[in-house]
């Protein structure tokens, strides 16, 4: 049975049709890379999964339970949803980091506001647990600083500490690298690299073709509204089946080559 389960999700604003029947699994331990030009669905997949937004149509089960059906035009409440949203831990492109705490109390203040509604359990100290998450991400040394006082590439594994701290069974990035120069890329996707070996389940939504070449097991190419084609990344970038995959990918393809 696969973790997570997406049967046929769509989703309009207004008159335009942005997801069209979306439908993919993912099994435990994946790294599932989404790419696509801008304006093909990823970021709405994205927020759709996470509740961020509310899709129109479809279902998705994860671990064998129904967490959201369309037929259903329930209203949940703010803890039900907040429920729902922990089974996520969610990385944005920008951050999201509060300028007025350290390092340590950006990863411990949803820790410590969950415990206190009862919403998640900590093993052990907080402030330890999540000190071993920043140790883990190579911010160790780096408990006392401010955003401010770190690195693009910092503030980005901070944010990923904090997702990991949470315990989620499945972490998702949008453009986790696109507010990064290179240099600082390279740091955020070793830390990828070593959450993957970790057999994280990640679902990525990405413009780094290497790094989605490199570290996924199944790579999803979206455009439209529609997955147009999905398969492991030898698949997807050596031999792609469909014209749109092929013209998306040429100029990656082209770099590979010479």
Do not use: W
Not at 221 to 227: E, R, S, T
């Amino acid at each position: 049975m696969a973790l997570l389960s997406v049967n046929q999700l769509k989703k309009s604003f207004g008159k335009v049709d942005v997801l069209k029947g979306i439908s993919f699994d993912v099994e435990q331990g994946e790294v599932i890379s989404i790419i696509g030009s801008s304006g093909s669905g990823k970021t709405t997949l994205f927020r759709c999964l996470n509740f961020l937004e509310r899709a129109d149509e479809g279902n998705i089960v994860l671990d064998g339970k129904m967490i959201f059906d369309g037929l259903s035009h329930k209203t949940y409440s703010a803890k039900e949803m907040r429920e729902k949203q922990l089974n996520f831990g969610l990385v944005f492109q920008n951050f999201n980091l509060f300028p007025q705490y350290t390092a340590l109390e950006n990863v411990t203040l949803a820790m410590k506001l969950l415990a206190k509604d009862g919403l998640k359990s900590f093993d052990g100290d907080i402030n330890t647990v999540a000190s071993s998450y920043l140790s883990r991400v190579g911010l160790g040394d780096k408990l006392s600083f401010y955003p401010c006082q770190l690195s693009g590439g910092q503030q980005q594994r901070v944010a990923i500490a904090r997702a990991l701290a949470l315990n989620p069974k499945i972490l998702f990035f949008d453009e986790p690298t696109s507010a990064l120069d290179p240099l600082l890329t390279n740091e955020v996707l070793s830390t990828l690299k070593s959450l993957a070996k970790e057999n994280m389940t990640m679902i990525i939504v990405t413009h780094e073709m290497k790094f989605a070449k490199d570290v996924s097991t199944k790579v999803i190419y979206m455009d439209g509204g529609y997955i147009v084609e999905s398969g492991t990344p030898e698949q997807i970038f050596e031999n792609p089946k469909q014209p749109q995959t092929r013209s998306f990918l040429s100029s990656f393809i082209e770099t590979e080559q010479k």
